[in-house]
Every structure is written in C-alpha cells, then in structure tokens.
Nanobody
C-alpha cells in the first residue's frame, strides 16, 4: 500500500508560479514511476509529467514542456511539480500518482486556479 498526499495548489495570476508537492508513505521503496495528472472541469483527466523514481528520467506533456519541472527528493519520499509561466488553461485539479508493483495509487488532488 502507498499513501499519497498532494498539496501546494492555490490561486495565481497568469504568468505566475506554483510548486506542488506529493508526499508518499508506505511501500515507496518499490516505486517505479511517479507522476502528475490534471483534470479541468468538464474534461477528462490528462497526463502532465512523469519521473522515474530511481533514475530520475522525466517526460512531459507537450502543453507544459518548458514551463513545468518535475523532480523528486528520494530521502523525503516527496515529488514536486514546479509550475512557471502559468496560463488560465492550466486551471485544474492536479493529482499525483505512483506506480508500485503493478498497482497505481492516487493522491486526493489539489486545486490550481490561474486567473487571467
């Protein structure tokens, strides 16, 4: 079992920045990848970014590449998403997830609202 607690969302003006965090507990030593997804009102949940927990390799959705940076602190079992140059279309609930031993776990979500 893995428990994920994501935090750091809020209201920011367009062009601003936020940093999300995702604290993991449980069988985190077996984590394979961790990532961020988001879901805007009336839309399906979409992929944002992913990081290989051990190797640190990353991959981003085209819509956020160059603006968002995913990272992790292995000692703290915490993943981050630094979001810069935010746009109104980035408004969504952001969820972290972890893939561990063939299972996928989700955080509870944190709201990010970008005003124009």
């Amino acid at each position: 079992q893995v428990q994920l607690v994501d935090a750091g969302g809020g209201l920011v003006q367009a062009g601003g920045s936020l940093r999300l965090s995702c604290a993991a507990s449980g069988r985190t030593s077996s984590s394979e990848t961790m990532g961020w997804f988001r879901q805007a009102p009336g839309k399906e949940r979409e992929f944002v970014a992913v990081i290989n927990w051990s190797g640190g390799g990353t991959y981003y959705a085209g819509s956020v590449k160059g603006r968002f940076t995913i990272s992790r602190d292995i000692a703290k079992n915490t993943m981050y998403l630094q979001m810069n140059s935010l746009k109104p279309e980035d408004t969504a609930v952001y969820y972290c997830n972890a893939c561990v031993g063939g299972y996928t776990y989700w955080g509870q979500g944190t709201q990010v609202t970008v005003s124009s």
